[in-house]
Every structure is written in C-alpha cells, then in structure tokens.
C-alpha cells in the first residue's frame, strides 16, 4: 500500500516553468511505476509520463515530449517523484495527478493502483 500526496501546482504565466512532487508514504514505492496524469475541466483524466520502478525507463505523451522532466528518488528517506514543466502553455492548465502502478511502463488510468489527490496548475496567456 501508498499513499501519494502531490504539490508544487500553482498560476504561471505562458513560457514559465512549475515543478510538482509526488510524495510518497511507506516502504513500497520503488516497487511502482510511478506515473502523472492531468484532468481540465470537462475533459478526460490524460496521461502525461510515466517512470519505471528503477527510473531507467521513462515515456512521454508527445504533446510534453521535450518540455516536460520526470524523475524520482527512491532513497528511503525521499520516496518522492518530480515533474519539471517548462515552456508552459495554457493547455497545460489542469489538475495534476500521481499515480502509482504494477505493471512496467503503464499508459492509462485503469493501470494504476494508487492514485493521489492532485494539484492544480494553471497557465495564464
């Protein structure tokens, strides 16, 4: 079991840069993909990157595809993933969430077993 907390959400303007972490909470986490996801209003939860358990593996929605970081550290004492988000756009703007999952490189919702309850981004024009 994990418990996953997100936070770093916050107003940017467009072109500007936001970091979220993903905490996580027991001594499971480096056994999960970890993986962020974005809901905008009126929309489908979206799949943005997920990383492997080891963090050797990562993949990319094209939409973020060389504007968007992921990374982790499994250490005991952090259990904490990252999003570097640069070049914001305003089609950015959503809820953020972490995510955590079994399976090696999971790409959609129904893959993850661990959800967190998200942080909000918004990217102003």
């Known amino acids: 079991q994990v418990q996953l907390v997100e936070s770093g959400g916050a107003l940017v303007q467009a072109g500007g840069s936001l970091r979220l972490s993903c905490a996580a909470s027991?001594?499971?986490?480096?056994?999960?993909?970890m993986g962020w996801f974005r809901q905008a209003p009126g929309k489908e939860r979206e799949f943005v990157v997920v990383?492997?358990?080891?963090?050797?593996?990562?993949?990319?929605a094209h939409s973020v595809k060389g504007r968007f970081t992921i990374s982790r550290d499994n250490a005991t004492n952090k259990n904490t993933m990252y999003l570097q988000m640069n070049s914001l756009k305003p089609e950015a703007t959503a809820v953020y969430y972490c995510?955590?999952?079994?399976?090696?490189?999971?790409?959609?919702?129904?893959?993850?077993?661990?959800w967190g309850q998200g942080t909000q981004v918004t990217v102003s024009s």
């Open positions: 990383i492997s358990r080891s963090a050797g593996s990562t993949y990319y």
């Open positions: 995510a955590a999952g079994s399976a090696v490189l999971p790409v959609e919702p129904y893959d993850y077993d661990h």
């Open positions: 027991g001594r499971t986490f480096s056994s999960y993909a």
